[in-house]
Nanobody, 124 residues
Framework: QVQLVESGGGLVQPGGSLRLSCAAS????????AGWFRQAPGKEREFVAG????????YYTDSVKGRFTISRDNAKNTVYLQMNSLKPGDTDVYSC?????????????????WGQGTQVTVSS
């Protein structure tokens, strides 16, 4: 069993940066791929970025390529999402997910473990 807790969300101006963290409990976390997803009220959950168990392979949705970076520190059981050049369209609740063997994985249905989410608001 893996429990995930996100942090680092908040209000930022367009063009600004935020770093989200996802802290995991459970010794098996380092065996799994992990991902970040986002969702606005009334909309479907959208894949943002994924990373394999070692951090050696990453995958991004086109709209964040070149602006967002996913990384992980397995010694700290933590996955990060560095978000630069933020736009108002990036405003959403961001959630991390884990539990996929292999990866990175963009399909939300493949992840058994989810955090509660953290709000990111990009506005002037």
């Amino acid at each position: 069993q893996v429990q995930l807790v996100e942090s680092g969300g908040g209000l930022v101006q367009p063009g600004g940066s935020l770093r989200l963290s996802c802290a995991a409990s459970g010794r098996t976390f380092s065996r799994y791929a992990a991902g970040w997803f986002r969702q606005a009220p009334g909309k479907e959950r959208e894949f943002v970025a994924g990373i394999n168990w070692s951090g050696g392979s990453t995958y991004y949705t086109d709209s964040v390529k070149g602006r967002f970076t996913i990384s992980r520190d397995n010694a700290k059981n933590t996955v990060y999402l560095q978000m630069n050049s933020l736009k108002p369209g990036d405003t959403d609740v961001y959630s991390c997910a884990a539990g996929v063997v292999g990866g990175p994985e963009s399909r939300a249905s493949m992840y058994p473990y989810w955090g509660q989410g953290t709000q990111v608001t990009v506005s002037s």
